[in-house]
C-alpha cells in the first residue's frame, strides 16, 4: 500500500453512515445505474411516445432495391424503416442516434471486438454489440438505457485500462474518438491501480509514425490494408492482454494507401510521422479543395497554419476518392515549401540567373517573343495546370499567330475531337459494377492509386477478373498477365486469345487503356485494335460504355477539352522561343541551342535548366483554379495558403504578358476568363459534375497506321516523384528510397 | 540653431488668401534654408541632393495646392511648420527620412516608365501584387 494511501485513510473521517465498508472507491457514478434492470423494467411501462422525426446521422440515406424487404424496428421508440440485412447500429444511425464505436467502420468488414457498440434489445437477456447484430423486424432497440450506459462505461474502463494517459504528447489529442468517447460516455476515475501494459514500437516507414502502447485492438488498420490496400502487411499477434497489432516480421508498410490508416485509427496509436509534433488540429485552418498529383482529382482538405501548409487530408467523395487518398497525396505537401522560385529572374551573359522587376522580366518576353516569325514560337502546359491558365496560353499564344501549343503527356498528336477517346466512360464509381477488367499498358496501382483501389473493390466483391497487357509489375488483387505488347492485344482482338470469351462472356466488361500509350508513335493503331475488341466483346452498349482512358496528369483532361492540340508534330525542333508553363518533364534534347526559354512554375525543377526567364506561378494550394479529373469530372481547388514571394497566378502572367506584348487578352478577372472557357468547352463550368462524353467510338476515321510490336512502357517509373511538387519533397524522397527498394 | 524655431507661436490667423500665400512661401524659404542642416543631421548626402529635397517640399506644397480657404492653408502651414520642429529637432530617425521624403510612398523600387501610361488597371495592380 502506497504512502498517499496511509495518508488519505488517516485523513478521511470515517464516518458512521456506511457501516463497515471500505469507503476509499466508489466508482459508480449515478445511482440508477447500480441496478439497472429495474430502470429498464419501469421505461417499458411508460406509454408510447409521439416523437418528432428525427434525421439521420451524417444525413444517411436509406435505399430500398425491393420494399418487400424493407422491415421496421423501433430505436427508443420511434418507428423506423429499414431494408434487410442492416445491423442494429445502422438501423440506429437511419434513426438518428449516433452509437458510440471504435471498431466499426462502415467501409470495411465488421470485427465486432471493441464492444463499445453495445445497446439493449427487449427480449435478449444481455446487451448486444450493434456494429455485428442484424436487425430483425419489430426489434425494440434502446440506446439510452441504464443497462446501455452502463455497458459502454465499463467497456471504457476496460479500454481505458491499458491506455496510457499521455493525451497532451499524442498528436491525436483533439481528435481522438477514444478522448471523445471518454469524455461522453467513461467514467470518471478508473479502478485499475497495476502497471498498465507497453508494446513495442513497430515501424511502418516513414509515413506512419507507431506508438502501439496507445493501441486499442480494434483491428481497423488491419482490415484495412487487407481489405482496401489489398496488402496482408499488417496483422495481429497474441492473445488477451498480449495482443499486438503489427507486420509479424519486421517489414514496412508497403501499400501506396497506407497513409488512411492513420485517419482510421481512432486512437493515437498510429499517426503521421511527418506531422509528429507540428500542430494541433484546432489551430488548423481547413479549405477544401482538390488535389493535383495524378488524373483522380481527389478531394481533400488542405490544414493550414498561417502561410504553411501542415497536412492533407481526404474530404469524403464518393464518387472518387470515396473516403481514401494515396499517400502521394497525403504527404507531399512539404514539397510546397522547398526549392520554391519566388521572384521573376533572368540568365545573365554569365549563366546565373538575376534577380529582376516584373517589369523587366514581362518587357524582355514580350521583345524577344516579337523578334521572332509566329510558327516558331512553342507553348507546352505542365501537368499541374489548372484550365484557366491553359485557356490563357492558348489564347495568347494564338493571338501571337501560333498555334503550336500543347499539354505535355499528351502525345505529340493528342486525338482531343471525340472526347471518349480520353476520358475514363465508365467512370471511376461505374467501375464496380463490372466483372471483367482488361488493362492495357497501365499500372493503375502508380498511375491513380484512387481507382486501383476501386478496381480492387470490385475484385473483392463481384470476383471481377483482370486481364493485364503489359511491363511485368505487382498487382494488390488477383491478376493474369496476358503479355508485354500489342501482339497479344492483336490476338484478343482477332479472337484466338482466351481472355477475348471472358470479355464476350461478362456482363459489364471494361477496357482501360494507360495514358502511358499517348506517347508511343502507333497509338492510333493501338486505340483501334482497342476499338476492335470493343465491338466485339460487345463493350460499348447503350446502357454500359466500358471502353476507358486512363489519363496520367491533372491538367491532361481539361487541356484536351480546351484544344491544346500542337499544330505540327515536329515544332520542338524548329522552336525558337518556348514557353514552358511549369512543364518541367517535356523532352527539349532536339530544342535548338540558340532558342528562348521562358520557364513560369512554381518549382525550380526540370524546366529551370534551360530557362532563360524564370516568371515565378502560385502552386495549386495557392490559387483557385479549374481541374477536370480523368472521369471528366471538372472540379475547383481554392487557395489555402498565401502565394510564395513575388509569385503570381498562372493565368494573371499571361494575361500581363500578353498586355506588354501588344496583344491584350479581353478577360481581367477569373470570371472573364471562365466565360471565354464556357465558350470553348462548357463542361469545365460544371463544377463537381461529371460531364459523359457525347459522341462513341464509332465516329473515328479508319487508321492506316501499322501497330507496333515494341512491348508497352511503364508510364510511371516512381510513383512517389512524378511531378515537381512531388520530387521537390523530403518525405516523398524517403518514400522512394526506403518502400521502392526491390 | 534647431531650437531656436521651438519658440514659434501659432500666428495669428490669415485675414485673407494673399497673407496665407505669402506665408506659404516664407514657409518653403524656411524650410529649404533649413535642407542643409537637415543633410547633416541625418547623414543624408550619400542618398540625396539639396534639390531632390527641395523638389520634395514643393511637391508636398503642391499637394494642396488646390486648396483656396486661408483658414485650411493656416492649419497646413502649422502642421508643416510641426513636422519641420520635429525634423530639426532630430525627433525622427534616418529611416524615418529616407522612407518618407527620400524614396517617397512607393518604395523603393519606382520604376516608373513613360509607356506606362496606357497601361490598364489590371498591369498596373499585377505588378504591385497578385492579390487584386
Known amino acids: 500500500m502506497g504512502l498517499g494511501l496511509l495518508a488519505s485513510r488517516a485523513i478521511r473521517p470515517f464516518n458512521s453512515s456506511s457501516g463497515s465498508r471500505f469507503l476509499l472507491r466508489t466508482i459508480v457514478s449515478k445511482p440508477e445505474l447500480q441496478s439497472p434492470e429495474s430502470s429498464a423494467a419501469a421505461a417499458d411501462a411508460s406509454p408510447e411516445p409521439d416523437l418528432p422525426p428525427r434525421t439521420p446521422v451524417g444525413g444517411a440515406r436509406v435505399h430500398f432495391t425491393n420494399p418487400e424487404d424493407a422491415i421496421e424496428v423501433f430505436v427508443d421508440g420511434y418507428p423506423v424503416k429499414i431494408p434487410k440485412g442492416m445491423t442494429v447500429l445502422q438501423a440506429c444511425e437511419v434513426a438518428g442516434v449516433d452509437i458510440p464505436r471504435f471498431c466499426y467502420h462502415s467501409r470495411l468488414s465488421i470485427a465486432g471486438n471493441c464492444r463499445m457498440c453495445l445497446v439493449e434489445v427487449e427480449k435478449s437477456p444481455k446487451p448486444v454489440a450493434s456494429c455485428a447484430m442484424p436487425a430483425l423486424p419489430g426489434m425494440k432497440i434502446k440506446t439510452d438505457t441504464p443497462v446501455a450506459k452502463k455497458a459502454r462505461e465499463g467497456v471504457m474502463e476496460f479500454l481505458l485500462m491499458n491506455h496510457p494517459l499521455d493525451c497532451p504528447i499524442c498528436d491525436q489529442g483533439g481528435e481522438c474518438d477514444l478522448q471523445d468517447q471518454s469524455m461522453a460516455f467513461g467514467s470518471d476515475r478508473g479502478r485499475f491501480t497495476e502497471m498498465k501494459r507497453s508494446v513495442v514500437d513497430k515501424n511502418l516507414g516513414p509515413l506512419v509514425k507507431t506508438v502501439m502502447t496507445r493501441c486499442i485492438q480494434c483491428t481497423r488498420c488491419v482490415r484495412f490494408a487487407s481489405e482496401v490496400a489489398g496488402v496482408q502487411d499488417l496483422g495481429i499477434l497474441g492473445r488477451g492482454s498480449g495482443e499486438e497489432i503489427g507486420t509479424y516480421v519486421e517489414k514496412l508498410m508497403t501499400s501506396e494507401l497506407s497513409g488512411n490508416v492513420i485517419d482510421i485509427c481512432p486512437v493515437g496509436a498510429l499517426t503521421s510521422k511527418p506531422f509528429a509534433f507540428k500542430a494541433r488540429n484546432w489551430e488548423l485552418k481547413g479549405t477544401e479543395t482538390i488535389d493535383v498529383t495524378d488524373a483522380v482529382g481527389s478531394n481533400i482538405r488542405i490544414d493550414s497554419r498561417g502561410p504553411e501548409v501542415m497536412r492533407i487530408l481526404p474530404r469524403l467523395n464518393e464518387d472518387i476518392n470515396e473516403e481514401w487518398i494515396s499517400d502521394k497525396t497525403r504527404f507531399c505537401y512539404d514539397g510546397l515549401k522547398r526549392q520554391r522560385l519566388n521572384d521573376p529572374m533572368i540568365r545573365g551573359a554569365d549563366g546565373r540567373f538575376k534577380v529582376v522587376s516584373w517589369r523587366d522580366a514581362l518587357a524582355i518576353v514580350a521583345e524577344v517573343a516579337h523578334?521572332?516569325?509566329?510558327?516558331?514560337?512553342?507553348?507546352?502546359?505542365?501537368?499541374?495546370?489548372?484550365?484557366?491558365?491553359?485557356?490563357?496560353?492558348?489564347?495568347?499564344?494564338?493571338?501571337?499567330?501560333?498555334?503550336?501549343?500543347?499539354?505535355?503527356?499528351?502525345?505529340?498528336?493528342?486525338?482531343?475531337?471525340?472526347?471518349?477517346?480520353?476520358?475514363?466512360?465508365?467512370?471511376?464509381?461505374?467501375?464496380?459494377?463490372?466483372?471483367?477488367?482488361?488493362?492495357?499498358?497501365?499500372?493503375?496501382?502508380?498511375?491513380?492509386?484512387?481507382?486501383?483501389?476501386?478496381?480492387?473493390?470490385?475484385?473483392?466483391?463481384?470476383?471481377?477478373?483482370?486481364?493485364?497487357i503489359g511491363p511485368v509489375t505487382d498487382f494488390n488483387y488477383d491478376c493474369q498477365h496476358l503479355g508485354t505488347g500489342p501482339n497479344t492485344l492483336m490476338e484478343i482482338a482477332e479472337g484466338h486469345h482466351p481472355f477475348f470469351s471472358a470479355i464476350s462472356n461478362a456482363k459489364n466488361p471494361v477496357i482501360i487503356v494507360g495514358a502511358g500509350v499517348f506517347?508511343?508513335?502507333?497509338?492510333?493503331?493501338?486505340?483501334?485494335?482497342?476499338?476492335?475488341?470493343?465491338?466485339?466483346?460487345?463493350?460499348?452498349?447503350?446502357?454500359?460504355?466500358?471502353l476507358n482512358v486512363l489519363l496520367l496528369n491533372a491538367a491532361q483532361a481539361a487541356a484536351l477539352d480546351l484544344g491544346l492540340v500542337p499544330e505540327s508534330s515536329n515544332s520542338i525542333e524548329s522552336a525558337k522561343f518556348v514557353y514552358l508553363m511549369g512543364a518541367d518533364d517535356v523532352n527539349l534534347d532536339k530544342l535548338p541551342d540558340d532558342a528562348f526559354i521562358v520557364y513560369q512554375g512554381h518549382h525550380g525543377d526540370r524546366g529551370v535548366y534551360r530557362a532563360n526567364v524564370i516568371l515565378p506561378a502560385s502552386a495549386f494550394s495557392e490559387k483557385e483554379g479549374t481541374y477536370e479529373n480523368t472521369e471528366g469530372c471538372a472540379q475547383q481547388t481554392l487557395p489555402a495558403v498565401p502565394t510564395v514571394g513575388d509569385a503570381r497566378d498562372d493565368w494573371k502572367t499571361i494575361r500581363a504578358l500578353s498586355e506588354v506584348a501588344g496583344v491584350r487578352l479581353p478577360y481581367d478577372t477569373l470570371g472573364g476568363i471562365r466565360s471565354r472557357m464556357r465558350t470553348v468547352a462548357p463542361n469545365l463550368l460544371q463544377v463537381d459534375e461529371r460531364e459523359p462524353a457525347t459522341f462513341g467510338h464509332s465516329l473515328k476515321p479508319e487508321v492506316a497506321q501499322k501497330l507496333n510490336p515494341a512491348p508497352f512502357k511503364s508510364a510511371v517509373e516512381n510513383f512517389y516523384m512524378t511531378d515537381a511538387i512531388t520530387r521537390a519533397s523530403k518525405i516523398m524522397a524517403q518514400c522512394s528510397a526506403s518502400l521502392l527498394k526491390k | 540653431m534647431s531650437f531656436t524655431l521651438r519658440s514659434v507661436k501659432v500666428p495669428p490667423n490669415?485675414?485673407?488668401?494673399?497673407?496665407?500665400?505669402?506665408?506659404?512661401?516664407?514657409?518653403?524659404?524656411?524650410?529649404?534654408?533649413?535642407?542643409?542642416?537637415?543633410?547633416?543631421?541625418?547623414?543624408?548626402?550619400?542618398?540625396?541632393?539639396?534639390?531632390?529635397l527641395r523638389t520634395t517640399i514643393a511637391a508636398q506644397i503642391r499637394k494642396n495646392s488646390q486648396v483656396t480657404n486661408p483658414k485650411v492653408i493656416d492649419m497646413l502651414l502649422f502642421k508643416g511648420m510641426e513636422e519641420l520642429n520635429n525634423i530639426l529637432e532630430h525627433a525622427k530617425q534616418r529611416h524615418h527620412m529616407i522612407g518618407q521624403y527620400v524614396t517617397g510612398q512607393h518604395g523603393l523600387v519606382q520604376d516608373l516608365d513613360s509607356k506606362d501610361k496606357g497601361m490598364s488597371d489590371f498591369l498596373k495592380n499585377f505588378y504591385k501584387t497578385n492579390y487584386f
Open chain 1, 519 to 546: 506517347e508511343r508513335e502507333d497509338k492510333d493503331a493501338i486505340f483501334s485494335v482497342v476499338e476492335t475488341i470493343a465491338k466485339k466483346g460487345n463493350v460499348v452498349r447503350p446502357d454500359w460504355n466500358g
Open chain 1, 371 to 468: 523578334q521572332v516569325k509566329p510558327e516558331v514560337i512553342v507553348g507546352i502546359a505542365g501537368k499541374l495546370s489548372d484550365a484557366e491558365s491553359m485557356m490563357a496560353l492558348k489564347d495568347f499564344l494564338n493571338r501571337m499567330g501560333s498555334n503550336n501549343v500543347w499539354c505535355e503527356g499528351t502525345g505529340t498528336q493528342p486525338n482531343a475531337d471525340l472526347r471518349s477517346g480520353y476520358i475514363m466512360n465508365t467512370s471511376i464509381s461505374g467501375l464496380e459494377k463490372a466483372d471483367v477488367f482488361l488493362l492495357v499498358g497501365t499500372q493503375p496501382r502508380v498511375e491513380a492509386a484512387m481507382v486501383n483501389a476501386r478496381i480492387n473493390k470490385t475484385v473483392r466483391a463481384n470476383n471481377a477478373k483482370v486481364g493485364y
Open chain 2, 14 to 52: 490669415s485675414v485673407n488668401l494673399e497673407e496665407a500665400r505669402s506665408r506659404m512661401f516664407e514657409f518653403f524659404r524656411l524650410a529649404c534654408r533649413s535642407i542643409p542642416s537637415i543633410i547633416d543631421i541625418y547623414n543624408l548626402d550619400e542618398v540625396v541632393t539639396k534639390s531632390q
